[in-house]
């Protein structure tokens, strides 16, 4: 079925497809009531289509066909449908959202009570049927009702006509501002790192704090958990995950361009100038490393992967122009023969290993996404160029990459080079090679000579739910003195998934004590959908007060975490040991050590990167060096 917008000229107005001449000589034939109306009618379509009219006079711009188009692929009707609901009737909140995004915008005073419900409750209404494509003439003629008209019949009036258009007392809330808040977070460390000066990183200010996973070079780091954790919800950009497989690539913003080709009608090359014009999305995302508490599985059995611990996250603000807009503008509008995939590369001679003829060129890290997620709005794929308000650093990928919220960081490529439309997965190397769960029976060598890595089955795109507790922090002592102790900790989900429930136990998981969420996040709305196309695409932060005589008794051993999501996905009580260690998410347990004041002194499983310390590796020295929980090799699956 076509869109009821698709063929929508604005015939329904013919004197807005004539000269500011003659719409001005019409104006004198309206009320000014009518006048305003229909004046604020338009400026709301240009507002949201970045297009300012010329009001002037009380003149009127000129709309042709091609804004029509772009209107029906815009952000209208998200607009609309974040500002209505269904009666007609708008809260408090909304109102105020409303009027204040649109009097800053349009540089009018809304004068009185009378006339801000005027706007809220009949002019937005009409909009939004208008733009739903229901009854356009009919509309329109409503909307030269006057301020005076008997609010009951207007209020029928609109009922009908908006009856059956689903809409949501929410909104994609613009995030400019609080992305400009959090600048100061951005900025650099003034020095370059002692321990960059001999390498190809000679060049890249670094924060010392951030733990080194992988030694000097290639860069791997997270942050200390208590230390990213205090800084809430937003996490600095000088502490966020970095995994990097080679050196830096010194990138220039004047020089550096994206080709958009394969498969589709319009293949081009965009400049960062070019595609920072372009309408763009911002919005706070979290992006986590798919191993993320990898050094647990490692103390189970090595796998090829290093050691990350509980901190492989950043939640930031994200800017850039949505992946949708550059495949429309290359001629690709839906999934197809020939345009199932969408493969995204980083520049040629990165990287040292690529296969011969791989996507991407020789030495460039490439992986690829299905064609469906890359144009569908309720994805938000964006190609990203500033992070926190500012240009990407250059370990997150400056000047450009790929942000996939909900989706692993491994397909979040940086330094992006090439979008390439194809009708197959990437053939990239490291597309295949990285970023698979296998069976847990499957080791690197078995997963090499029987080709495991090729098993498109196996591939990882979204995220898990997940988690971990950053207070208590691993060491800390609780005095016997302390009577109430605050917990804390985070959560996440994949897909845009919302996080439901956070729970801790103390007594082995027999039962379960439910923490409060903070929820800072405003889900993300897609045009036109309904309340369960809500996404949420950052993390969340837990908090449990708990009365510190359950610590001090002497039955308590252990502290336990787990969080449950909207699908009802569960951390599992016990880990499952991959080849890659990826995706390990079981409950996270902190043990309790009595210690001789009558106070207790906590344990976290494991210390990120090369670090000893932690129970988990205590017991696997004792062990003989691997626990072997959750394996299909040798050894009992005890619990932990």
């Known amino acids: 079925m076509s869109s009821p917008l698709k063929n929508i000229k604005l015939s329904f107005l013919p004197q807005y497809e004539l000269t500011k001449k003659q719409a001005k000589k019409r104006e004198g034939n309206r009320t000014p009531n009518e006048s305003e109306t229909i004046r604020d ?55 105020e959202s409303f009027l204040r995004s649109f009097c800053h915008t349009r540089r009018r005073r809304i004068e009185t009570k009378e006339e801000e419900e005027y706007y809220v409750i009949m002019v937005l209404p009409i909009v939004a049927s208008a733009v739903a494509g229901a009854g356009i003439k009919t509309v329109l003629d409503k909307t030269v009702l006057k301020k005076n008209d008997s609010k009951e019949d207007s209020k029928d009036d609109l009922c009908a006509t908006s009856a059956n258009f689903v809409v949501s007392s929410d909104m994609n809330i613009n995030h400019d501002a609080d992305a400009l808040k ?230 979040m490529i940086k330094f992006l080079a090439e979008i390439t439309v194809t009708d197959r997965e990437s053939n990239n190397f490291y597309h295949f090679n990285d970023n698979r769960v296998l069976p847990p029976t499957v080791d690197a060598e078995i997963a090499t000579k029987d080709k495991w890595w090729f098993k498109e089955e196996y591939i990882i795109n979204q995220l898990n739910i997940n988690g971990a507790i950053a207070y208590p922090a691993h060491e800390e002592v609780i005095k016997p003195s302390t009577k109430k102790y605050v917990m804390k900790g985070y959560a996440y989900s994949g897909g845009g998934r919302k996080v439901i429930r956070a729970e801790v136990s103390f007594d082995q998981g027999m039962s379960w004590k439910l923490a409060d969420i903070n929820v800072r996040e405003t889900p993300r709305w897609a045009a036109g959908s309904s309340g369960d196309k809500a996404r949420h695409w950052c993390w969340c932060m837990w908090e449990y007060e708990l009365d510190t005589a359950m610590l001090f008794d002497p039955s308590c051993k252990e502290i336990l975490f787990r969080a449950v999501d909207q699908s009802q996905n569960f951390m599992p009580e016990r880990p499952t040991w991959n080849v890659m260690g990826m995706l390990n998410n079981p409950w996270y347990r902190v043990r309790v050590h009595k210690e001789p004041d009558g106070g207790v002194k906590m344990e976290h499983a494991t210390i990120a990167g090369p670090t000893p310390g932690g129970w988990m590796q205590q017991m696997a020295e004792k062990a003989g060096g691997e626990l072997l929980w959750g394996w299909g090799g040798e050894g009992a699956p005890a619990a932990p």
């Open 41 to 95: 009618f338009f400026f709301l379509l240009c507002f949201f289509e970045k297009k300012r009219p010329n009001d002037k006079n009380g003149s009127h711009p000129t709309f042709d066909s091609s804004f029509c188009v772009s209107l029906r692929r815009g952000n209208v009707r998200t607009f609309i449908s974040s500002h209505v609901i269904k009666d007609a009737r708008a809260s408090e909140t909304t109102r």
């Open 182 to 411: 959090s600048r100061y977070l951005a900025q650099p460390y003034p020095q370059v790192d002692e321990r960059d000066v001999k390498t190809p990183d000679n060049w890249v200010k670094r924060h010392p704090s951030l733990i080194r996973l992988t030694g000097k070079h290639p860069f791997n780091v997270e942050a200390p958990l208590p230390e990213m954790f205090d800084y809430g919800f937003i996490s600095p950009v000088n502490l966020h995950i970095v995994r990097n497989h080679g050196a830096v690539p010194k990138l220039e913003w004047n020089t550096h361009t994206i080709k958009i080709n394969g498969n589709c009608q319009k293949p081009f090359e965009i400049g960062m100038d070019e595609l920072s014009k372009l309408p763009y999305e911002q919005f706070p995302c979290l992006v986590v490393c798919a191993g993320n508490r990898r050094k647990e599985q490692n103390m189970i059995k090595s796998s090829i992967g290093f050691n990350w611990g509980p901190c492989a996250v950043g939640n930031t603000y994200w800017k850039g122009v949505p992946l949708r807009v550059l495949l429309n503008k290359a001629g690709v509008y839906k999934a197809g023969p020939g345009a199932r995939f969408v493969c995204l590369n980083g520049p040629q001679d990165e990287l040292p290993k690529s296969y011969d003829g791989q996507d991407g060129g020789p030495g460039s890290y490439g992986t690829s996404i299905d064609m469906e997620t890359a144009l569908d709005p309720t994805c938000d794929v964006i190609v990203a160029y500033e992070q926190n308000g500012e240009r990407l650093h250059p370990d997150h990928g400056y000047p450009v990459r790929i942000i996939i919220p909900g989706y692993i960081g491994g397909r």
